[in-house]
């Protein structure tokens, strides 16, 4: 068994190898960057991550960065706990390409509207019309998401895998900011029976432990 230690920040991108590591049953430690202070940019930091970005997985004391590679990593060596449906040759790539499309082209969709200080060093300038565009792209993208969960309530239909756990962050993040739910019904389902995973609860309690310590500290910077 690798001894697993994982870097996160609450409400980014490191809480869907968090709730993949729970739903692995994995025995694995947090430790909690403070990005809003800029932890992530300083040397010891960087030494394990030159990319300065959470999630990064060590296992054995190597890192290992990016929630594809991550995820599909945690889903091969947690078999028994079925991550990802099996698979291989062409469907397995399919699978590949679902977990890029998450980190590629929903991901940056969600700074756009999370974060559009990030496109525009002006907060009102941002959230007048980084924010809006985001908006716009993210409705293409849930409209097809929200298709595909027809039939669901997975993405995979009756299975969950670390595509679902994607699209709880994705969703949580989105809603967080003032997205709109009420336009996508199966993925306000898919958030619901997601909630309910004991998993999901634990991987949220990790997070809300960190949120308290970054406000005591005063280094939370909350989702507006
Ligand atoms: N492509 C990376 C993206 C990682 C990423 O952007 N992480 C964000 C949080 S969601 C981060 O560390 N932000 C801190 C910063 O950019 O300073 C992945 O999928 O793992």
């Not at 200080?117 to 924010?131: L, N």
């Amino acid at each position: 068994m690798s001894d697993l230690k994982l870097f996160v920040a609450p409400n980014t991108c490191a809480r869907v190898p968090t709730i993949a590591l729970e739903e692995a049953g994995a025995t694995f430690e947090t430790e909690l960057i403070r990005t809003a202070a800029g932890q992530q940019q300083t040397p010891e930091f960087l030494a394990i991550n030159p990319k300065g970005k959470v999630p990064t997985l060590l296992i054995d004391g190597a890192p290992l960065t990016e929630n594809v590679a991550i995820l599909t990593w945690i889903a091969d060596a947690f078999p028994e706990a079925n991550l990802m449906p099996t698979a291989s040759g062409l469907e397995k790539l399919k699978q590949t390409a679902d977990l890029a499309f998450f980190s590629a082209t929903v991901h940056p969709t969600v700074t756009r509207i999370a974060m559009p200080i990030k496109f525009i060093p002006d907060e009102k300038a941002s959230f007048e019309t980084v924010r809006p565009l985001g908006m716009q792209d993210m409705d293409k993208i849930m409209k097809m998401i929200d298709a595909r969960l027809e039939d669901g309530p997975w993405w995979y239909g009756d299975q969950w895998s670390i595509v679902d756990g994607y699209l709880y962050w994705v969703w949580t993040r989105c809603l967080g900011v003032g997205y709109p739910d009420a336009p996508f019904p199966n993925i306000r389902r898919h958030r619901e029976l997601s909630d309910a995973r004991p998993a999901v609860q634990r991987a949220m309690a990790r997070e809300e432990v960190n949120i308290e310590t970054l406000k005591a500290e005063g280094n939370y910077m909350a989702p507006k």
